[in-house]
């Protein structure tokens, strides 16, 4: 176990299209270790999801979750998944806007449009098919992981950099509740 090292914007495995994840993988010790690290890096620096790029594996894998969460006070509960080799497809066209962060791209706030809803399917870290709907803060998490599998970063996803705001004064203004 251990906290891995990670990426930020301009290393280039963030801007790679990852690899899928071979199934027979998830029963190589390497791989679940890999997953284990995640998530001890995942709550080392407070993030609510990780992508395998973002620590420098470009693999089609992901985590994320929501516990009590001083980054994201207004986040509900996310139980803690992992998710290899993910698809998702939005459910209808309701897009939302709303501001997202990211480990990689430090101190830094934008508002990004995402899908309302979406349909999910992964294997999960037992090589078990997941099928799931997500909604809301739960579908931008994945809209902006699943983005990082694919060379993307949030900034790209922004309609306007109006809204990019350091984090420091995103607090200071109360951006959150100004919306
Ligand atoms: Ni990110």
Redesign the pocket.
Known sequence: MGILKVARLGHPVLRRAADPVPPEALGTADTQRLIDDMIETMAEYDGV?L?AP?VHVSQRLVIYGVAANPRYPDAPPIPLTVLVNPRITPVGDEQEQDWEG????PDLRGKVPRWAGLRVEALGRDGRLLRYTAEGFHARILQ??LD?LDGK??LDRMGSMESLAFLSEFQRYGLKRAD
């Open positions: 999801g992508a973002q990211c480990l990689s791209v902006h992981e990082h970063v949030y």
